[in-house]
DNA sequence: CCTTGAACCTGTAGTAACTACAGACACTAT
DNA sequence: ATAGTGTCTGTAGTTACTACAGGTTCAAGG
């Protein structure tokens, strides 16, 4: 995610292409409370400034390490207020990362089952099916 | 997930205790076209049947084993027609497998960032954090 | 200065797979 | 007959966006 930040404001749809998101992502994160309001052209359209396009790459960077939106509100929550520790947010991270292993585990668990079922899959023009046997019998 | 099915109808809340899904989740496969819908009383409510119960208990294996609803679809278009071949369903399991494989793959890449990060976090109460710090950072 | 076309504005609806009501009716037991 | 539970329907909420429609603003060219 390399994300150039540029001095001079720039558009929503700039930013977009710049963070490579999608254009109505970037509204969406400022609905939800993510994003802060930018500041307005005369005529009503957004301009982000250098901090507006870091909150954004920092989103986006949270959200690439599987963050969702709710743990992004907190981490949010405890950034903002400049009076973070370390530990705070090792905490929080720490929780992420046991989901992550958690889904991991099923998963594997669920790959192990399932091609376990597979094994047993002739896969020729026969009307019948293994896979399908052990899924309709009692 | 044992599952007795029982010679005599059921309603959907029996059904769906000796399921383990929801009561409205039952409605909900029947709205989406996964189940069939079923006989009824007099006055309206489902009675679900031997064949009821064993698709529904179908739906949930498939659904344990990591089928969305499309796959789901899938299978039945080709199960229903009672000519499928034990290729067709090879086929699309095989595709289903190949896809929890990429989550496993995708979650480990994120699992192996993510810890990487966390390792050089002291977790002090100091007011700061090489965690914040990468994701702020240019 | 005027026009044109792209970019932007807003609000709203759609996606997946359910879950959670509200308000009405059916069923079962006493 | 009545009380209390179970079911009925349609609809709205959830997550994290994405996709419009109908209107306005901006930047560039003449």
């Given at each position: 995610?390399?994300?150039?930040?540029?001095?001079?404001?720039?558009?929503?749809?700039?930013?977009?292409?710049?963070?490579?998101?999608?254009?109505?992502?970037v509204r969406y994160y400022e609905n939800i409370g993510l994003l802060l309001p930018?500041?307005?052209?005369?005529?009503?359209?957004?301009?982000?400034?250098?901090?507006?396009?870091?909150?954004?790459?920092?989103?986006?960077?949270?959200?690439?390490?599987?963050?969702?939106?709710?743990?992004?509100?907190?981490?949010?929550?405890?950034?903002?207020?400049?009076?973070?520790?370390?530990?705070?947010?090792?905490?929080?991270?720490?929780?992420?990362?046991?989901?992550?292993?958690?889904?991991?585990?099923?998963?594997?668990?669920?790959?192990?089952?399932?091609?376990?079922?597979?094994?047993?899959?002739?896969?020729?023009?026969?009307?019948?099916?293994?896979?399908?046997?052990?899924?309709?019998?009692?």
């Amino acid at each position: 995610m390399a994300f150039e930040i540029t001095d001079a404001p720039i558009t929503r749809g700039v930013l977009a292409k710049k963070a490579n998101c999608h254009i109505e992502t970037v509204r969406y994160y400022e609905n939800i409370g993510l994003l802060l309001p930018p500041s307005r052209t005369e005529g009503g359209h957004r301009l982000y400034k250098i901090d507006d396009q870091r909150r954004l790459r920092f989103i986006l960077r949270c959200r690439e390490l599987g963050f969702n939106i709710d743990e992004l509100r907190s981490l949010f929550s405890i950034v903002d207020t400049n009076t973070y520790t370390c530990g705070e947010i090792k905490s929080l991270s720490t929780d992420h990362l046991k989901s992550v292993r958690d889904k991991i585990k099923d998963l594997k668990r669920l790959e192990k089952t399932l091609s376990g079922i597979l094994k047993n899959c002739t896969g020729g023009e026969i009307p019948e099916c293994p896979i399908i046997d052990s899924l309709w019998a009692d």
